[in-house]
């Protein structure tokens, strides 16, 4: 074992001093290997040190690497002649993915180079490996937004469904971003819509955090649930109300999303609406159903939120759908006592008459 250790060694530190010497002249003794021929060459030189064969094998691979590189750039450049004719040599590997783990079908797809892909589809290549940052060649088009690249590899058996290193699908990034088409165009090939990323979020989270209604609206005909709740506890509708968008609240609403789910802070929908002034959304909720007296984590309701911010509107409107003006948070103050804190007398006002008028 220690004379293997020795020599291997001996064998590096040679290689090491040989790649030096050679550096100078690598050019030149490339290119005479390319015109007599690697095999002509190999042949000339003999395997008495186990240290010779070691730099032998490095340069032989050297080339062959070099053959699979510029076979890659060729698709990276959308080089299609070339293309044919490496793959013709049967000398490159269709699936050589380089330090960036990028493969040929993956750059072409990067560029998208539709005529380069379908000569690389044509010799057979795994049409889902990943990039160092978990691209496929799929995922890959959808960023670029071309649906006649997505088409060729799905007909040819690209898998929909994979993620990359952040968790996303095609269809995710195709919403993120508010590429319709593409979401459509994946919906209809059979994409999975309930996938989450690493925050958890779906694509229908993804289309209500960012207020594309018409994605949302694709989403939820072709059945994607309503009810998921990503890292945080947020669900579709909450993200809508967070970000006042009446028209995503309404849709979720009419399709039967649940409206009483909590996040992580014991948030509801309505509680944010309430809080942040959406009058229009807080009616949307209790015309929808919303239970009116969940509280968050600090025991705070609707009523309490709308209280303490002001919006008698909203106070009214609670009040009238039924909100209980009695119940305190974990400080043991009601709603009218939150409002007086801040000075909103017009509130205390009118909750204290709902109270004189209920107890008489």
Do not use: W
């Amino acid at each position: 074992m220690n004379t293997v250790f020795f020599y291997l060694q001996v064998s590096i530190k040679n290689l090491h001093d040989s790649i030096k010497n050679l550096r100078v002249s690598i050019k030149n003794l490339y290119v005479s290997i390319k015109g007599a021929g690697i095999t002509a060459f190999l042949q000339t030189v003999k395997y008495e040190r186990f240290e010779e064969k070691i730099l032998m094998d490095f340069i032989s691979n050297l080339f062959g690497r070099d053959k699979n590189q510029s076979f890659l750039e060729a698709s990276k450049q959308g080089q299609t002649e070339n293309v044919e004719k490496l793959l013709r040599s049967n000398k490159v590997d269709v699936n050589y993915q380089d330090a960036y783990g990028k493969t040929a079908l993956i750059s072409a797809a990067d560029k998208g180079y539709r005529d380069v892909i379908g000569l690389l589809i044509e010799s057979g290549p795994n049409l889902d490996l990943q990039d160092e940052n978990g691209n496929t060649a799929l995922i890959s088009a959808a960023k670029i937004e071309r649906g006649d690249i997505i088409d060729l590899l799905v007909k040819n058996g690209a898998d929909l469904n994979f993620q990359d290193e952040n968790g996303e699908t095609a269809l995710k990034f195709a919403v993120k971003v508010g590429y319709k088409n593409i979401a459509d165009q994946l919906i209809d090939a059979g994409t999975d819509l309930n996938i989450q990323d690493e925050n958890g979020e779906t694509a229908l989270i993804c289309a209500a955090d960012r207020a594309h209604r018409d994605i949302a609206e694709l989403l939820i005909k072709a059945g994607a649930d309503l009810n998921i709740q990503d890292n945080s506890g947020k669900t579709a509708l909450v993200a809508a109300t967070k970000i006042g968008h009446k028209g995503i609240v309404e849709l979720l609403v009419n399709a039967g999303a649940d409206l009483n789910l909590q996040d992580k802070n014991g948030n509801t929908a309505l509680i944010y609406a309430a809080d942040r002034g959406y009058r229009d959304i807080v009616n949307l909720l209790i015309e929808g159903g919303a239970s009116l007296n969940i509280p968050d984590e600090a025991g705070l309701t609707a009523l309490m939120f709308s209280a303490q911010t002001g919006r008698k509107d909203i106070v009214e409107l609670l009040i009238k759908a039924g909100a209980d003006i009695n119940i305190e948070d974990k400080n043991n103050k009601t709603a009218a006592d939150l409002a007086a804190e801040v000075g909103f007398e017009e509130i205390v006002d009118l909750l204290t008459s709902v109270r004189t008028y209920s107890s008489s």
